[in-house]
């Protein structure tokens, strides 16, 4: 019974001195090292402390038990000299803030590397790219690597237009055209290896000046491109207006089309819509052959016309429409350069200020449906 006691009296011990409370009132005074109770409050012996346990057991401490218990429930405090000195976090040094690379990038890669390559690798080999109704060449660089190159030529396309385009959609936060950069080759470069029907093609066509070297528009090659032949198709035009319920799986498309179709007004490119000009690459949409935008506008009616290809849309991404009106007008002009004539530029601003009235109208008369 002695040995009992004894471990049942360490128990009580530990439980005290790790602040575990009891239903003892005399074990809580002991922890908080309290010998008596409040005036006029009953006084409790722990002589009569009784301990059941799951046999039935019941015992009683005697007066010595009862004198160990309260010495060995007085609280320990270290002396200050063994306490640990307190460092505060400094309050100078702040952790390096999370960076966010938001460089521009065009199908995961980034374009100001892809544009370094694109203006200075050195050529290998320039062959013909065929299709289409306009000189066309693909050039492989020393390291593998490919690009479309469209020269500067008298008929149908504009080697500054497919190089402005790119331009535009960078100001507009899309990432749907490729890469491109203005490159000079001479003539007999671009000619060298070229079937002779192509050759006499170049001699009629191409635009020489008097150093005998033609500006060319050098592409990012898009691997894996396929026509989507959308001029072909119909399903795509009811999801353009508003009320019409989308599919589930069409959201996606749906914004790409209205988005090309609003890129297309402010570019004046009315060549889109004749024939295997609608591309995608890996379920994305890619906009290319730019080559018929800009040009003349003699007192904007290729503008008003093209206006009616853009109503074919009354939805448009909430991010194109905020691009749109936010967009940095002079900062553009600069970027452009001599890309575009003040002639084409002020017809740009013309289209800028119309579409931005026209998805006005839209969200004042559709405000839950025309932005997507």
Same mark, same amino acid.
């Given at each position: 019974?002695?040995?009992?006691?004894?471990?049942?009296?360490?128990?009580?011990?530990?439980?005290?001195?790790?602040?575990?409370?009891?239903?003892?009132?005399?074990?809580?005074?002991?922890?908080?090292?309290?010998?008596?109770?409040?005036?006029?409050?009953?006084?409790?012996?722990?002589?009569?402390?009784?301990?059941?346990?799951?046999?039935?057991? %019941?015992?009683?401490?005697?007066?010595?038990?009862?004198?160990? !218990?309260? $010495?060995?429930?007085? #609280?320990? /405090?270290? &002396?200050? @000299?063994?306490?640990?000195?307190?460092?505060?976090?400094?309050?100078?040094?702040?952790?390096?803030?999370?960076?966010?690379?938001?460089?521009?990038?065009?199908?995961?890669?980034?374009?100001?590397?892809?544009?370094?390559?694109?203006?200075?690798?050195?050529?290998?080999?320039?062959?013909?790219?065929?299709?289409?109704?306009?000189?066309?060449?693909?050039?492989?660089?020393?390291?593998?690597?490919?690009?479309?190159?469209?020269?500067?030529?008298?008929?149908? %396309?504009?080697?500054?237009?497919?190089?402005?385009?790119?331009? !535009?959609? $960078?100001?507009?936060? #899309?990432? /749907?055209? &490729?890469? @491109?950069?203005?490159?000079?080759?001479?003539?007999?470069?671009?000619?060298?290896?070229?079937?002779?029907?192509?050759?006499?093609?170049?001699?009629?066509?191409?635009?020489?000046?008097?150093?005998?070297?033609?500006?060319?528009?050098?592409?990012?090659?898009?691997?894996?491109?396929?026509?989507?032949?959308?001029?072909?198709?119909?399903?795509?035009?009811?999801?353009?207006?508003?009320?019409?319920?989308?599919?589930?799986?069409?959201?996606?498309?749906?914004?790409?089309?209205?988005?090309?179709?609003?890129?297309?007004?402010? !570019?004046?490119?009315?060549?889109?819509?004749?024939?295997?000009?609608?591309?995608?690459?890996?379920?994305?949409?890619?906009?290319?052959?730019?080559?018929?935008?800009?040009?003349?506008?003699?007192?904007?009616?290729?503008?008003?016309?093209?206006?009616?290809?853009?109503?074919?849309?009354?939805?448009?991404?909430?991010?194109?429409?905020?691009?749109?009106?936010?967009?940095?007008?002079?900062?553009?002009?600069?970027?452009?350069?001599?890309?575009?004539?003040?002639?084409?530029?002020?017809?740009?601003?013309?289209?800028?200020?119309?579409?931005?009235?026209?998805?006005?109208?839209?969200?004042?008369?559709?405000?839950?449906?025309?932005?997507?």
């Amino acid at each position: 019974m002695k040995l009992f006691r004894l471990i049942l009296l360490s128990l009580i011990c530990s439980l005290s001195v790790e602040g575990r409370s009891t239903s003892s009132p005399n074990v809580r005074t002991a922890y908080l090292h309290e010998s008596g109770g409040a005036a006029g409050s009953p006084q409790t012996n722990l002589a009569s402390l009784q301990v059941s346990g799951t046999s039935g057991l %019941t015992m009683q401490l005697g007066p010595r038990s009862e004198a160990l !218990l309260r $010495r060995s429930h007085r #609280l320990f /405090v270290p &002396p200050i @000299s063994e306490l640990p000195p307190f460092e505060p976090s400094p309050t100078d040094v702040e952790p390096p803030p999370s960076v966010v690379d938001s460089r521009p990038r065009f199908r995961g890669e980034l374009d100001e590397e892809v544009l370094a390559k694109l203006c200075s690798l050195q050529v290998k080999s320039i062959r013909p790219l065929g299709g289409g109704s306009s000189i066309k060449l693909r050039v492989t660089f020393v390291d593998g690597s490919q690009a479309a190159v469209k020269p500067n030529q008298l008929r149908i %396309t504009r080697y500054q237009a497919e190089v402005a385009a790119y331009k !535009l959609s $960078r100001a507009l936060g #899309l990432a /749907v055209v &490729p890469p @491109s950069c203005v490159r000079t080759f001479s003539k007999e470069a671009l000619q060298t290896g070229m079937p002779k029907d192509l050759r006499e093609r170049m001699d009629q066509e191409l635009v020489v000046d008097e150093h005998g070297n033609v500006k060319t528009a050098v592409i990012q090659w898009v691997s894996g491109l396929r026509n989507m032949k959308l001029e072909q198709a119909d399903w795509w035009r009811p999801l353009l207006k508003t009320g019409e319920p989308i599919p589930s799986g069409k959201h996606k498309r749906v914004a790409e089309i209205s988005t090309l179709l609003l890129f297309d007004y402010l !570019l004046l490119n009315f060549d889109r819509w004749s024939g295997g000009n609608t591309t995608e690459a890996d379920g994305e949409m890619i906009y290319i052959d730019q080559g018929a935008g800009f040009g003349p506008d003699k007192k904007h009616g290729h503008s008003r016309l093209m206006l009616k290809t853009l109503k074919w849309s009354e939805r448009f991404p909430r991010h194109l429409a905020h691009s749109l009106f936010q967009l940095d007008l002079p900062a553009l002009r600069a970027d452009f350069g001599d890309l575009v004539t003040d002639e084409e530029w002020e017809s740009f601003l013309y289209r800028v200020e119309h579409a931005r009235a026209y998805l006005k109208s839209l969200k004042k008369q559709h405000p839950k449906d025309s932005l997507l």
